[in-house]
């Protein structure tokens, strides 16, 4: 039985919508306040979720003692902002990624968590992932080999379900696609080759007329131990949907598919198949139970690390190394060369 804590969710849309819907479904916090500047959507949701209260304003529940956990579910330019308010209050918090929408807020960012009581788990939530947890494990296991490359594909044709254009539109008002998922991705290849990504170039292209920047991007990245990897991202109207994930060794490799993208009629369990030798005939199948986006694991790791100092799943320097990687590859492409990123090491000391 763990401890009932008082919870505050800021910020009440798509992904707001997961993290309040697997806390109340198990019961197991007091939901104080749900928090939305749009005062409809706030009322909506502290209705379907049996909040005590609802309101425009995160602010006036920072001052109740009876909140111990904030949730920042808002857009990507208020992240650092919230953030800081709720460790000046003394509030433990789950932040949604990217922390913030520039490098200096995002050094300041985990300055402030480093020197906090308080425990702050971002949402990089495939950590939580029990596929990629598997994945991850199969290549420690030394089973395809050494880690040589790594594709990644993540695109969204607007208009499937929770994507609409006007969301997508909104989100790239503070950051490109690649800033805003690829932080996920960087992370995964770092923390599969456990090794820091050292080098990153690309390519981009604005492919709707109406978007605030450029909606498609390639983002290429060297990895200090020689492994390779590439991560897509497109959202837009023109282009369709994608979430092929390869694992490339120098034995094998290992494909893995999400439960919503296969077309074999199985859409509850993932597929995470190894090969060895012809690619049509997987040498081993798993069809895996896992979440795709486990809000309710990282709301146990987040009480995990207030109750027993714990570390957490997510690192805060891999949050950092994750982000700077995305900017930088944006940079990268927005001068049309390849740029070199500084040892880990000598970087988070700088933080
Ligand atoms: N971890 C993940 O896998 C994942 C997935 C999707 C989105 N996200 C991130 O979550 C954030 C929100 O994205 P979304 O898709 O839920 O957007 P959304 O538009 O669906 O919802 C954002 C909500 O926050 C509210 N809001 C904005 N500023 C606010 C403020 N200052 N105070 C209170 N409410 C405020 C908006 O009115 C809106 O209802 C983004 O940073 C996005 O990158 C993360």
């Known amino acids: 039985m763990i401890k009932t804590y008082g919870v505050v969710l800021i910020g009440c849309g798509h992904i707001g919508e ?12 007091t939901i104080i306040a749900t928090v939305d500047t749009n005062e409809k959507i706030a009322k909506s949701f502290a209705s379907r979720f049996e909040a005590e209260s609802y309101g425009t304003d995160y602010r006036p529940y920072l001052k109740d003692p ?11 330019d208020t992240h650092f902002a919230i953030l800081r308010d709720c460790l000046l209050h003394g509030k433990h918090v789950i932040c949604e990624k990217p922390i913030a ?14 020197e906090s009581h308080c425990k702050v788990s971002v949402s990089h939530v495939l950590r939580y992932n029990r596929s990629y947890r598997k994945i991850k494990e199969m290549i420690d296991a030394g089973e395809i080999g050494e880690l040589r490359m790594v594709r990644m594909n993540q695109s969204h044709h607007a208009g499937e379900e929770g994507h609409p254009w006007d969301r997508f539109i909104r989100l790239m008002q503070d950051c490109p696609p690649l ?36 909606n498609y991007q390639v983002m290429l990245m060297e990895l200090a131990n020689g492994c390779r990897g590439y991560y897509e991202v497109g959202w837009s109207n023109n282009i369709s949907s994608n979430n092929d994930k390869d694992f490339i060794g120098t034995k094998g490799h290992i494909t893995l598919t999400m439960a919503q993208n296969r077309t074999d009629g199985i859409n509850d369990k993932d597929r995470i198949c190894v090969y060895y030798g012809d690619e049509r005939k997987p040498d081993v199948i798993m069809d895996y139970d896992s979440v795709y986006k486990d809000m309710y694991g990282q709301y146990l790791n987040l009480i995990d690390m207030i109750e027993n100092d714990a570390e ?40």
Do not use: M
């Not at 009876?66 to 990507?76: G, L, P, Q």
């Open 18 to 29: 997961q993290h309040i819907q697997e806390i109340y479904d198990k019961h197991e916090a």
């Open 101 to 114: 929408t520039n490098l200096d807020d995002a050094r300041e960012f985990v300055r402030l968590v480093k």
């Open 179 to 214: 800033i805003d998922c690829g932080v996920h991705y960087a992370d995964v290849i770092q923390w599969f080759a456990e090794s820091p990504i050292v080098a990153v170039s690309g390519i981009s292209s604005k492919v709707d007329e109406d978007a605030p920047c450029d």
């Open 66 to 76: 009876r909140v111990e956990i904030v949730i920042i579910a808002t857009y990507t």
């Open 312 to 351: 957490g799943v997510v690192p805060i320097d891999a949050v950092y190394t994750s982000f700077r990687t995305v900017v930088l590859a944006y940079e990268a492409i927005k001068q049309g060369k390849r740029i070199l990123i500084p040892d880990e090491h000598e970087l988070l000391e700088n933080v």
